[in-house]
């Protein structure tokens, strides 16, 4: 079956071909440590996730590296803005190392209870400072910088199509660059591959090199640690939408030039979680955690279901209304699994025939450029089939889970509902009593309360029985 991605480069959804046959390498952009991770981050983790479990499913072996932004600053790709880290640090009396640390592990915390599997690879800039250097020393060879206020930066105008992903007329591309006027720049667009002389004059985190000490530019570490770990032809590189015309272009730019051929076969950029009133950013402080959210009573899985529910390349409006549905949803899907997994017999057999047709209807789904929505359809099919028995329900929910991540066959939630059961029976008791009572309004009122949470109760001869609806 072809798996087909929309890629970013040629615009169009196309079929992936990987470098090496059955093997497939993503490097996908991580995140800048000094602040937490917003839910719109995650919801790009979350995307990148699938991507790489979906491939998994389908038979491929996947190797994954994501890079940790752990050096100061790097936030802007000029000597621009201001010195997150160090703003962090000063704001938390920390140094910009522990931040960096801090904000790293609570990243991986969350990305865990998002069930967002650790990459193969996860490469700290810090780290690689010298991978960088070697990488600029290339780019100076080839005569792709020039030193300006003692600077090193990268001239755009020497590498032909820099466009190419951005495809946006220069106005454009200089809008979304919001570089502050460098006197220094031949072209705006240029941009510092190593600083040693940057507006932040005292800065922890600083390095010898050949120009100087100083620190790199924000793009370097993803050209330069990508290649260090997955060669110099990478399959897919992912990240949100707002890198395409800055980060990743200059990514491209730099990368090709040092490589002299080209570099990434599939560029793949998750739309942005938007709130109501406009976009959240890490850097305005107005964001929502993962952990705001699980203080407002959700659990991290709810999220990660709300997400899932649309395509990775459309816009995710955000509200609690909407994350409510979800988890109304998910509770819902969660008891008509846990109703299949306690009926099921042991002695019914898989017929291997059915199974396989229904795989193949989700990893067509998958595979046409990740339609979860149509996945969770599938799902619905299954959970639905008069002709599957519930041992194969089973099989198929859990196979299925290997990419939705949604621990839909798990003890620990199987638990949870299982005293959700005995709430529904408690209630159902006492609306049997209420009802001896002649206390007909608490009758109403229990049924309503189980409605609203997609129970419904059937009054017959034999008894009050209930079901999910
Ligand atoms: P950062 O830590 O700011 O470098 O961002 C980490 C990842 O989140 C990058 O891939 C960004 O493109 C992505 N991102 C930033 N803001 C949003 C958002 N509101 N919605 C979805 N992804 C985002
Ligand atoms: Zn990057």
Redesign the pocket.
């Known amino acids: 079956m072809d798996f087909k991605v929309y890629n970013t480069l040629s615009r169009v959804k196309e079929k992936l071909i990987p470098i090496e046959e059955g093997k497939v390498g993503i490097y996908?952009?991580?995140?800048?440590v000094y602040n937490f991770?917003?839910i719109?981050?995650l919801?790009?983790?979350i995307f990148e996730d699938v991507l790489k479990k979906s491939l998994t499913y389908l038979g491929y072996e996947v190797k994954h590296v994501m890079n940790i932004?752990d050096v100061g600053h790097l936030e802007s790709d000029g000597d621009s803005g201001e010195d997150k880290m160090a703003l962090g640090a000063s704001r938390e009396k920390k140094t910009v190392w522990e931040i960096a640390r801090f904000y790293e592990e609570a990243f991986l915390k969350d990305c865990e209870k998002l069930n967002v599997e650790t990459p193969s690879i996860i490469s700290r800039a810090t780290e690689h400072i010298e991978d960088m250097i070697q990488f600029i020393k290339i780019l100076e060879e080839k005569g792709f910088t020039y030193i300006a206020n003692g600077n090193v930066y990268f001239s755009i105008d020497k590498f032909e199509d820099y466009n190419k992903l951005a495809n946006l007329t220069l106005e454009e591309l200089e809008a979304g660059n919001r570089v502050e006027v460098d006197p220094y720049k031949k072209n705006p667009l240029d941009f510092v591959l190593w600083f040693t002389n940057s507006k932040f004059t005292n800065q922890i985190m600083q390095w010898e090199s050949p120009w100087g000490k100083g620190f790199p530019g924000w793009h370097i570490e993803c050209s330069a640690m990508s290649i260090k770990y997955l060669g110099d032809r990478i399959d897919i590189h992912?990240?949100?939408?707002?890198?395409i015309p800055v980060h990743h272009t200059n990514e491209i730019a730099q990368s090709e030039s040092a490589l002299g051929h080209k570099w990434v076969n599939y560029w793949m950029h998750?739309?942005?979680?938007?709130l109501n009133k406009g976009?959240?950013?890490?850097s305005s402080g107005d964001f929502l955690t993962l952990s705001r959210l699980v203080e407002e009573g959700y659990s991290p899985l709810d999220y990660r279901y709300f997400c899932l529910q649309s395509r990775y390349r459309k816009q995710l409006l955000f509200s609690f209304e909407s994350l409510e549905e979800a988890r109304k949803a998910l509770k819902k899907l969660k008891n008509k699994v846990n109703n299949i997994v306690n009926n099921k017999l042991e002695d019914e057999k898989i017929d291997e025939n059915k199974i396989y047709s229904y795989k193949e209807k989700f990893s067509s789904q998958i595979s046409d450029d990740l339609n979860l929505p149509n996945a969770f359809t599938v799902l619905e099919e299954v959970i639905k089939e008069g002709t599957l028995n519930n041992n194969e329900k089973a099989y198929l929910i859990e196979d299925f889970d290997r990419v939705f991540s949604l621990n839909l066959l798990s003890e620990e939630e199987t638990k949870e509902i299982l005293m959700d059961e005995k709430w529904v029976e408690e209630l159902i008791e006492e609306r049997n009593i209420a009802r001896k009572n002649k206390d007909w309004a608490r009758g109403d009122e229990i049924r309503e309360i189980l409605l609203s949470n997609n129970i419904e109760i059937i009054d017959s001869k034999e008894g009050t029985t209930w079901r999910v609806k």
């Open positions: 996908t952009c991580g995140p800048t991770a917003h719109g981050n919801r790009t983790y932004t992912c990240g949100g939408v707002d890198h998750g739309e942005f979680l938007v976009k959240m950013s890490k």
